[in-house]
DNA sequence: CGCAGTATATATATACCGAGTATACATATC
DNA sequence: GATATGTATACTCGGTATATATATACTGCG
């Protein structure tokens, strides 16, 4: 996920520069998760460039001058077309584990090659300590009073990594 | 996915060039998509530069020289540590439907802009329809006596797409 | 039949782009 | 001396598009 529509969809309530836009996104868009001041510059510079945004500077004594970023008509365009149409995540046929699977078996016998079962095997195990933890991370969240909508983030979390391992059995099955 | 692992796992078998690699990684490893013969050059040239790969020239008539990859030691060693190490998917706590839901509630009221409703409903939409897309690939695969584990890539991607629609689900309930 | 034109296979290299990380540069305040 | 305010630049990595050659195979037309 890319953090363009999110810089967009913060400067549709209105302008702001760089600095506030990071702290606004860490808090509202990516909850549990940090970003980097380069990212978020260049981010602006390249939706400056399309035309989906303009700056103008702000001066301040003693500080270098605030760019202040607004979304143009274009941008705005582009922001609602974005939230009208559904998530693009592409199918995704290849998979890194399935890579593992496929290479474990081709080469079987070779010197101290994981075998297919053990691949299989640890790949289990990681999921069943990341549901852990992302039961615990749950947990804590309660704890700390945060809010529902970040919670989802953490039920996406765990339906995946069950998915995760409703594969891994069906692999083992057809595999082994 | 990076394909450096994959053609790590190729050349354990025996030394290769580009030109092959690429055919056998079609092949074997992410059937049912394509590559770019520019990922593989330059992934390559990153293996070499990481001594994980050597290669020599071998000349032909008429035609470019081969450049003939082969594992070294290190590769060796690398391809088997991540053999034995289970995958790393750090989690990911950020999610475009995420973002769409929290702009689409923040947004309401704004110009023509879409409900935190509808972005549900485009989701499961389009989810839907690929759930559809998979099985018909499915339904293809079969009589193309496409062999089983391929399949398993088109498991995965149906069991992914449940566990979305699941989610989806969820969201709706907690905020709705 | 022959020939031109076109697609496809063999083989690599380069330029470019977007997303993300690391780091540098300033200053003020606690 | 750490932390907050503010921006900029260089770099890496994964991936796409395109350029550069040549050989072979097929296709249609006169």
């Known amino acids: 996920m890319s953090i363009k529509h999110a810089l967009m969809g913060l400067l549709a309530k209105g302008p702001h520069h760089g600095y506030e836009l990071k702290a606004s996104l860490e808090e509202q ?5 940090s970003l980097n001041f380069g990212q978020i510059y260049s981010t602006l510079d390249r939706l400056e460039r399309d035309g ?21 008509d274009a941008g705005h365009r582009e922001l609602r077309a974005w939230l009208r149409s559904p998530s693009t995540v592409p199918l995704d046929l290849r998979n890194e584990t399935f890579l593992k699977l496929m290479l474990a078996r081709s080469l079987a016998g070779l010197d101290g090659a994981q075998s297919a079962q053990g691949v299989v095997a640890a790949e289990r195990r990681a999921s069943f300590e990341r549901l852990h933890e992302v039961a615990q991370m749950r947990f804590r969240a309660a704890e700390a009073g945060t809010p529902a909508e970040v919670v989802l983030l953490l039920d996406l979390a765990s339906l995946r990594l069950e ?12 595999l082994l």
Not at 60 to 66: F, G, L, N
Not at 163 to 174: G, M, N, Q, S, T
């Open 29 to 33: 868009v990516v909850p549990l998760s």
């Open 163 to 174: 998915a995760f391992l409703k594969w891994l059995d069906r692999c083992e099955e057809v």
């Open 52 to 72: 989906l945004v303009t700056h103008r500077l702000v001066a301040q004594e003693e500080r270098p001058d605030k760019k202040v970023f607004a979304l143009t």
